[in-house]
């Protein structure tokens, strides 16, 4: 079981998500790869126009649910290094709704890793998506 070299920085925001910040958070000098994820929120999904998103969460359970994320990637993927920054509130149309950044010795570890993290955090986090369109909206679920 790999040791992470730091904790995860995990966060829920109403402010514009800091990408840089979020990548220096997994900076370190043992990690080979690093990845950064950037989810957008895009104009168009499910054969609509959006014209914007809205994000809510139970922040407790959120956090604790991105933190045992980046634990499951660590112990089981190769990661070392985990950051995980979510919006909610208010998003428009470019903004950026979620950033994950993850490190790791070798860079398939840390690919496999943050792409693992959106899948499981999509099934897992209490965070809601409602998305506006022109004529009405629609609360999402990514959830099965």
Same mark, same amino acid.
């Given at each position: 079981?790999? %040791? !992470? ?10 402010? !514009? ?15 080979? @790869?690093?990845? /950064?994820? /950037? ?22 359970? *959120? %956090? @604790?649910? /991105?933190? *045992? /994320?980046?634990?499951? *990637?660590?112990?089981?993927?190769? *990661?070392?290094?985990?950051?995980? &920054?979510?919006?909610? @509130?208010?998003?428009?149309? @470019? ?6 950044? &993850?490190?790791? !010795? ?9 792409? $693992? ?5 999509? %099934?897992?986090?209490?965070? $809601?998506?409602?998305? $506006? ?5 629609? $609360?999402?679920? %990514?959830?099965?």
């Amino acid at each position: 079981m790999a %040791e !992470p070299a730091a904790p995860p920085h995990i966060a829920l925001t109403s402010a !514009p998500i800091d990408t840089a910040a979020v990548l220096a958070a997994v900076e370190g000098p043992e990690e080979g @790869g690093v990845v /950064l994820f /950037l989810g957008r929120v895009r104009r168009s999904s499910r054969g609509r126009t959006v014209v914007r998103l809205d994000y809510e969460a139970y922040p407790p359970m *959120a %956090e @604790g649910e /991105l933190k *045992a /994320l980046a634990d499951e *990637a660590v112990c089981s993927l190769g *990661a070392t290094r985990v950051a995980v &920054v979510h919006r909610t @509130g208010r998003l428009e149309i @470019g903004a950026v709704a979620v950033a994950i950044a &993850v490190a790791a !010795p070798h860079r398939g570890q840390a690919f496999a890793a943050c792409s $693992w993290i959106i899948d499981a955090l999509k %099934e897992r986090a209490p965070i $809601w998506k409602k998305e $506006w369109y022109e004529d009405g909206s629609q $609360w999402i679920s %990514e959830h099965p």
